[in-house]
């Protein structure tokens, strides 16, 4: 049975950072991209970052480029969301979800070639 896990979220205030993890079981982690993505309430799900099997392709959406970072470390079958300078607009539900690899880069952020989705970690950002 494959598992996402994540954690690492909570209440952080405004400027602050958080790092959240994704812990995989039940599949062979090395051989799927990763990605995390946020859904905020009344909002769409939200692409932040992607990062192949090999960890050797990554791609960052713009809005948070310059704050977040993705990294995996297929030895422990983790994954990571580094986020730094937190507003209170970062406030969701953050999910992490592994894709078997191959896509290309310019579909990694679309949420529908994932096969397996986490149960999401709340982050949530105080003013």
């Known amino acids: 049975q494959v598992q996402l896990v994540e954690s690492g979220g909570g209440l952080v205030q405004a400027g602050g950072s958080l790092r959240l993890a994704c812990a995989a079981s039940g599949l062979t982690f090395s051989n799927y991209d990763m990605g995390w993505f946020r859904q905020a309430p009344g909002k769409e799900r939200e692409f932040l970052a992607a990062?192949?099997?090999?960890?050797?392709?990554?791609s960052t959406a713009n809005s948070v480029k310059d704050r977040f970072t993705i990294s995996r470390d297929n030895r422990k079958h983790t994954g990571y969301l580094q986020m730094s300078s937190l507003k209170p607009e970062d406030t969701a539900v953050y999910y992490c979800?592994?894709?078997?690899?191959?896509?290309?880069?310019?579909?990694?952020?679309?949420?529908?070639?994932?096969?397996?989705w986490g149960q999401g970690t709340q982050v949530t950002v105080s003013s």
């Open positions: 990062v192949s099997w090999s960890g050797g392709i990554r």
């Open positions: 979800a592994a894709n078997a690899g191959g896509s290309s880069y310019s579909r990694m952020s679309d949420y529908r070639i994932y096969d397996y």
